[in-house]
């Protein structure tokens, strides 16, 4: 076999035949039900939805790809005003940034030091983020991240970065502190982490608007963000927010910010953005940040070869309007609310049950046992095997992030079908 695989030593994975709905379909004649949106939550949709579909059909009539630097697209300024049209937080432009997250991540660090450069402050090169985060798998946005198997790439990677804690409430609080004093702790500890690099070298700090995989869906404490927002201000440096997990509608809000009130000088989305049909990721951000570039060097200095691929957009556009239809977001809300206390009623009093937590159709269930990964790995094997339902269960969590489209009867099946292996590997578990 001529593929290099990820993991060449692990049996090759089953093989698929198609994807409809929430369902995978796979040679063998098997059908799952997947709550993994994808296996690493982009396929906020499912597959083959009729409209998105439909209108990537009309652009191949039309045209592949045109340079976004060279020709204007309707379609791409359709996309952009969608995007910013029912944002809370205060950003006004959208900037096409490539294929993924990684990408944008790498695109909304180079524009912030081009804003510092070009204001004078070329010496601003550090960026902080957190323990625990993952900002996606190329260097500048790996040596951000801090996923342990990742660790051996140290060597090739960028200096001039630095952490803090990561921000979780429940595991990090102090005995006795509200939840707006750890806020405060936290911001403070990026403050003290600012004048410990020296404010005039620090152009940046980046997090997930709610901690992501790694921890699994953490939201902050409330006025957390608005804290460090503050922090930023103080000492001139740009708040860039992670929204490849949580963006685009995951969170119940178009914007996962939005829920904290707080407006960053950049946000960066991936994944969700067209949903898996194509790949395409975009940068947003403020006519300041434009005007700035734009008077000094005349050109932002991140381009890529299929930045506003014509494809993806048409596809992004098309999965967009159906997450900005009127009752979309409540859906996501109502529903994920529901998953949410059924299984806090269900399960939060066994003995292995520690949280439930995030936001909208995005969240995480934490478990606390022995031989934790094996737990959830076993969870995951008889969730696919009895029900062929698909969870992502390892380290400490069973990440939840179904897709948007998910009916409260296709919910229900997966609630008696989790709750009920999750009591029986624990009967299991706690007699070994």
């Not at 806020?183 to 500890?189: L, M």
């Not at 859906?331 to 003995?351: A, C, K």
């Amino acid at each position: 076999m001529s593929i290099f695989r990820v993991f060449p030593n692990e049996p090759v994975p089953p093989y698929v035949e198609k994807g409809d709905g929430i369902y995978v379909y796979t040679r063998d004649g098997k059908k799952y039900l997947d709550t993994t949106g994808g296996s690493t939550s982009y396929a906020i949709l499912g597959w083959n939805h009729p409209k998105v579909n439909s209108a990537i059909t009309d652009q191949l009539k039309r045209f592949t790809h045109m340079d976004y630097k060279v020709w204007s697209d309707a379609n791409t300024e359709a996309l952009a005003e969608l995007l910013l049209s029912r944002a809370e937080h205060k950003l006004n432009r959208v900037y096409f940034s490539g294929n993924s997250g990684a990408e944008a991540c790498e695109a909304a660090m180079k524009m912030s030091y081009q804003v510092h450069h070009d204001t004078g402050h070329p010496e601003k090169t550090w960026f902080i983020s957190r323990e625990q985060s993952y900002h996606g798998a190329t260097t500048d946005a790996m040596a951000l991240g801090d996923r342990p198997n990742l660790s051996f790439y140290q060597p090739i990677l960028p200096l001039n970065r630095d952490k803090i804690s990561q921000h979780h409430p429940k595991l990090m609080m102090h005995e006795g502190e509200s939840l707006d004093d750890y806020a405060k702790r936290s911001a403070k500890e990026l403050e003290d982490k600012i004048l410990e690099i020296g404010p005039e070298k620090v152009a940046g700090f980046i997090g997930e608007t709610i901690m992501g995989g790694l921890v699994g869906d953490v939201p902050p404490a409330p006025n957390y963000w608005k804290y460090i927002r503050e922090v930023c201000n103080k000492y001139d440096v740009h708040l860039i927010l992670d929204e490849v997990f949580c963006g685009t509608g995951t969170s119940g809000k178009i914007y996962c910010c939005d829920w904290d009130g707080v407006t960053p000088d950049f946000i960066f989305i991936g994944k969700t953005l067209a949903a898996g049909y194509a790949p395409i990721s975009v940068v947003i951000t403020s006519d300041k940040v434009e005007s700035i570039i734009k008077s000094v060097q005349g050109r932002l200095q991140h381009t890529t070869t299929h930045q506003a691929y014509s494809l993806g957009i048409a596809a992004a556009l098309a999965v967009q309007k159906i997450i900005h239809e009127d009752e979309f977001l409540s859906h996501v809300n109502e529903l994920g609310n529901y998953i949410r206390s059924t299984l806090q009623n269900e399960l939060g009093n066994h003995p292995y049950f520690f949280d439930i937590r995030g936001r909208g159709m995005r969240f995480s269930l934490e478990y606390r046992c022995s031989s934790q990964h094996e737990f959830g790995q076993m969870l995951e094997k008889k969730m696919r095997e009895e029900h062929q339902i698909l969870i992502s269960g390892k380290w400490h969590r069973v990440c939840f992030s179904p897709a948007l489209i998910t009916t409260k009867t296709e919910a229900n099946y997966v609630l008696s079908s989790f709750i009920d292996t999750f009591k029986k590997v624990g009967e299991q578990w706690m007699a070994n």
